[in-house]
Structures are given as C-alpha cells and as structure tokens.
C-alpha cells in the first residue's frame, strides 16, 4: 500500500520531530530536576543535543519558530495573568533605572570589544545592540517554577524587561539607520514614541476595559468565554505590538495584565492556559539550544571571541541591572541582575537582522549566537542560587503563581 | 526602521493568521450559541467565510494544516482520557456490526452513482472508498460540549469509528492496489493484519501498563508529570499508529484510553490537557471549512452530482449504522446512525489520494470534496436533535466529561 503510505508518512515525519523535540526536553529536564538544577537549562540543552550540532535528529524549521514564538507568547500571557498592572507600576522607577542601566553597560561594553577586535564601526554597533536586549521569558519560566513571581524583584525584572525591548527597539533602529544610511532622527524619535504610546496606553487602560468588560465575557455563550477572550486578546496585542515596533511577547505580557485582576478568582482560566504554555514552552526552549552551531568552533580564535563576548555579556548586565536596583538590599541587587542575564532569542534576532543587512561578519555573528545561548544556559543556575533563601523562607505559602505552580501543586498534573 | 519591520512583519502575517482563524471560529460559534445550533458548525462554517471560497483572508498553509491535525489528535486524547476500554469491548460486537454495515452501505452507494453517472471501475472505486471513513472528531466534539460522552450509544460510535477507520484502511489499500494496478491479496492481508494486531494490542495492554506505571510516573521530579508523559503518549503512538497504517487520531485515542483509568481522579492533568485541545480545536474546525471550494458550482453538473452524492453519504451512513445497532432502541439507533455521518478530513484525505494518483476526476473530486464538509455541517444538528432528549432528562449530574464539560462547568474558564 505504498500510495496511502506515501501520503501520510510526511504527516508522521512531522509528528515524530514534535514528539522527538517534547520527549528530549522532558528527558533532559527530569535529569536536571534530579541534579537539582532547573530544568530549562536542560531543554534548551536538549535542543543542543537533538539539533544540528551533535545528533542531527531534528532541523530547526518554519514550523518549530512558529512553535517557538507561540510558547514564549503563552509564557508571557501566562506570567501576565499573574501580575497586576500597579505591581509593575509601583516599581517603575526603579525598574526604568535598571532598564537603562542594564542597556548601556552592556552595549558600550560589545561595542568597545568589537571595535578592539577588529570590527568596523556599523558592525560594532550591531554587536552592542546584541548584547542590549533581555530575554524574560527565561527568568519568568525558573521564577515561576520556584513560585517567587510574586516577589518585588520579580515585578522590577519583568517592569525592566518591557523597558528594556523599548530601549533595544530605539538602539536597534538608530543603528539599522546607520547601517542602511538611512538614519534620521525624527524617524528614530517617531518609532519610540509608538512603541511608548502603545505600552504606556494598554497598560494603563487595558486592565480598567477587561475589568469593565468581564460581566459581559462572563455572559457570553461560547465555551470557556474568559479562556477564549483571553487567547484571543493575546494573539491581538502582540500582533499589534509588532506593528508598534515591540517583540509580540510585550503584547502578549501586556494582554494577560490586563486580564490579570478580571481573572484573579477563575482558577479554571488559569489551568487552561497553563496547559497551553507547558504544551508550547518546550518548543521555546529546545528551539534555542538548535540554534547553537558548535561548527565554528574549529576556528580557535573565534572561540576566544565568543569567551570574551559571552563573559562581557554577563558581567555588564549583572552590575548594570545591580547598579540600577541601588537602595535594595545587596542579595535584590543580585537578583535583579541576574534576572537580567539571558538574551535568548532576543539576541539572536538582532544578530540576524545584522547579517541579512551584510553589516556583521559570519565570526561576530557566531560569537553573537553563543552568547545569546550561553548566557541562557548560565543565568538560571545563578537564578536558583540567589532565589534560593526566598524560596525557603517564605515557603509555598508565598504562592500565588501557575506558570508553573508551587512545585508542591504542580508535582500533580 | 524598515529593515527591522521587514524582519518581523512576516512574524506578525502568521500571527494574523492565527488570530484571524481564532476570531473568526469563535465569533461563529457565539453566533450559532445564541440561534441554538451546534457551535461546530460556526466553527467550520467560519473556515469557508475566512477561506477562499468567500473571503479570501487566510490561506489553508501547511502549518495550519499541522495546528489542525495537533487539533483533531488532541480532541481524540481528550476523549479517550474520558473512556475506559472496558466501556469500548463491552460494546465491541454492535460497534463491529455498526461498523461493517455502516461501510459497505456507503460503499456501494458511492461506487452505483460513480458508474451510474460516467465513471470508470477505479474511479467508483475511489468514490466509494471517500464514503466509507467516518469523522469521529465532529462527533465527539458535539456529544462532549453536551456531556454525553459517557452514553452508551456514544461508546458504540467510538468503538465503530475505531473499527470503521481499519475497514476504510483495508477498502483503501484494496482500492490503491487496483489503482496502481499493484494489488495483491496477501499485501492487503499484511496491512489489514499489522493494524488490527496494532490496535487490539495496544488497546487491550495500553490500560494495564499504564495503571501499573503511574506510581512511577507520580515519582518524577519533572514538573507536571502526568500531563507530560500523557502528550508523549499521544504523540508517540500518534506517530506508530500511522506507521501501522491506522490514522493518527486512533493512537491518540488509544493513548487517552490507556491513561483513562490511571488520571481519573486527576482533574488537574485533564484541565492542562484540555486546555491545549480548546486552543488547537479552532484549527481543526476551520481547515475543514477552508477546504470547501465554492467556485466548482460553476459547473451545475457538478452541483447536482455533489447534491446526490451528499444525501447518499447521509442516508446510507445513517440506515447502515443505525442497522447495525439493531437490538437497541429506535431512538439510539438513530442516535448512533447520526453520530456516524460526518466524513470530515478523512473522506478530504481519500479524495486527495485518488487525485494525486490521477485515477479520478476533477468533478468527482469536487463532489466528495462538497461531501466532506457537507456531512460535517448537517450532522452536528442532527446530533443535537436525536439527543436533546437525554441531555434534559438526565440533566448534568450524568455529566463526568471534559472534552467540554458540561455547559454549566464550562461556563466559567
């Protein structure tokens, strides 16, 4: 029967990478779990072992970014369900400062290597931009599985973190507009203000129509009403939010703010979502670790630089985004820098908008890449270990989060 | 900042996409909510206005092929978490009977009005094979958003649809055989044999493993075990089934069945799973209906042979199952006989096999096209219809599903 075979073994092929990328992450997340290290770090180790670079069993594709981009969207609609838009507020000065610092310190620090290097300007700059930008959702996944999404320093990492693709946008089109020779200021000027008028504006009022229009939701015929509206206010925001020039997982964080005080008491809303972000988030994870290309690595000299850029990646933003917390306590400063640490996928989006634009060489762009996976790999170990005391201190009782639980509650499932 | 737009605008075309298939589903299903018709066919009836045939907004593409087919594996795990296999072998002789006469009725039908009409022996053949696959995601889906999964006439129907799926496989490779003019008994034996020896092993061993591995699975340190071993299941046997010849609904059916006993008591694992079957199920529903290709009514031959071919699909799916539950009363006969009639995606995924090895012809492939969705749209309010009496007599203390729980527990989420 090789006709219908035919037709439905490319339906199986594709199924079986999905299963290949879920079941390497579980794998490696319950060795990490019993190793008593978090269990991202073993994803996205995963992706490493199962992608192009050691096994070669699964190919980065189309359809795992989509994946991807739909899981740390989830993530972040998810962590935002559990943050009220005055917690954010209430640490916004403190969290602009972080923001601001943790942008400069790193920036100067990838420009001034890669000028010493032997890089040209243009290129220079896109290597600092690289180094701007945080990814949150990693820091969101391993606080949300210790259940200290709650905690001050929690709410000035993700307030910085909106900040901080603000900051990134900025950078990143004034240094396109170098990079193309098309800079001007007032377009530059006109891109931020977009972006800022549209956080400013939904995360001002976003929670005050949701909260307005719950009854309503609440009235609606359709299955599941506030599960639905809420899917569909997140795939809104953050295609919107491109539009504006912010990453869609803004949106998506914005959009599950806005619903996060409608929603507060509906326990079902929030599992239903759950399900969705841990079906996805590996997708997120893995798909990180298979973008590392161990390959450049027979080029000794590249390695030096992507030592020298990884380590510059870490340190800079651990004081930048330390240094702006001043006033805290010595361990929020900590924690707060290296909340800040990964640069994910952020990173390596910047770093490929400098190589389609044929403004970065292949070595920057190699080191770029494994700095964006490194300083993923490294910031949640330290995490775990300046988190660590809150976490027994306080005890599940402090638990209010679902990303992932209190590990007591999610052991279940 | 065009160079940064450029870079995430085709990002934002996806996301659109996505959003735009979600709305346009859940718009529908609110609309047909309110008239007091199955949210279903909204669903699907949202695929043909957003598809080509009216609209033109979005474009079926393989990725939404792929979130259709997670769909339609998700709802079949669901359903199977709700299913006990003892509920299915208790039933197992009239689902077999449901089955068998529930084939060859359509069978015969499809293939007298193909020669009737101008076909040749292969291309009747074909017809009639596209009349013998039952969609039981449609109908699992209305029985589930009315809490009546747990119905015994329900159990037939699963069971029938299990057992109809192997037949359509035999009747299918039989036909290819012919077709490619590569047939030989003992090839189809060997195909037949593999997927029922699949499908009764896995179905009578699948349970037992299980319950007896779910202390083990309880002992992980991985977050959410259940849940996570339970979507591994259902991809890899999704994935073996196919390669077993059986669909890949079936091995998540299975994977549900087996994991039913062992997670009764686990609403929690339910809730995650159910979470991802409500946001994958859109897509499912949507694809369908962007298959639909209106602009073949150009041709009014090709409406009356669409129209004949339709009714026959209907009338002989509902005499040939209903009479095989011979024994039972006349309500659930007609009960089982309704459930039995959607073709959905497998009678597509037929007609697609006879077109691309070019044995039938562009009207044909049309008319069973039209079939597909047509049975899909007229059968959930005949679902409806047959069973309105159960739901107000029983009322939702007999509700113990999840698929969509019962409207009142649905409500909230």
Not at 94 to 106: C, D, E, R, S, W
């Amino acid at each position: 029967m090789p006709v219908v075979l035919a037709a439905s073994v490319e339906h199986a092929s594709v199924l079986l990478s999905l299963f290949l990328i879920i079941a390497a992450a579980k794998v490696m997340a319950e060795i990490f779990e019993r190793l008593r290290q978090p269990a991202v770090v073993g994803e996205i180790l995963a992706g490493v072992v199962i992608g192009p670079s050691v096994l070669g069993w699964v190919q980065p594709s189309d359809l795992i970014a989509v994946l991807a981009e739909l899981g740390v969207i989830f993530l972040l609609f998810t962590v935002g369900l559990e943050t009220k838009p005055q917690d954010i507020f209430r640490v916004g000065k403190k969290a602009t400062l972080v923001a601001v610092l943790g942008v400069i310190f790193p920036f100067i620090a990838g420009y001034l290597i890669a000028m010493l290097w032997d890089g040209v300007f243009v290129e220079a700059m896109f290597v600092g931009a690289a180094l701007v930008a945080t990814s949150v959702g990693i820091t969101a996944r391993v606080l949300g599985s210790m259940g200290l999404l709650d905690k001050e320093t929690a709410r000035v990492i993700l307030g910085a973190a909106v900040i901080d693709d603000i900051l990134g946008l900025i950078i990143l089109s004034v240094v396109s507009g170098i990079g193309t020779g098309g800079f001007n200021i007032s377009g530059v000027a006109k891109t931020a203000g977009l972006a800022i008028l549209f956080t400013v504006v939904v995360g001002l009022l976003g929670s005050r129509v949701m909260t307005r229009l719950a009854p309503r939701i609440d009235r609606l015929r359709v299955n599941k009403p506030f599960f639905n509206i809420g899917i569909l206010l997140c795939f809104a925001l953050s295609v919107v939010s491109i539009y504006f020039g912010v990453a869609a997982i803004i949106g998506a964080f914005l959009a599950g703010m806005a619903l996060a005080e409608a929603t507060e008491e509906n326990e079902k809303m929030h599992q239903l979502t759950s399900g969705v972000t841990e079906f996805l988030v590996p997708f997120f994870l893995v798909n990180i670790g298979m973008q590392l290309d161990l390959s450049v690595f027979r080029d000794s000299s590249v390695i030096v630089l992507a030592a020298v850029i990884t380590l510059a990646a870490v340190i800079t933003k651990f004081i930048g985004g330390g240094l702006g917390a001043w006033g805290m306590t010595r361990r929020e400063m900590s924690q707060i820098g290296v909340g800040m640490i990964p640069r994910g996928e952020v990173g390596i989006v910047v770093a490929q908008i400098g190589l389609g634009m044929a403004v970065i060489s292949q070595q920057f762009f190699a080191a770029v890449l494994f700095m964006a996976v490194a300083t993923t790999l490294i910031a949640p170990p330290l995490i775990k270990f300046f988190y660590s005391e809150d976490k027994n201190k306080d005890g599940i009782d402090d638990v209010i989060v679902d990303t992932d639980v209190s590990e007591d509650y999610a052991r279940l499932g």
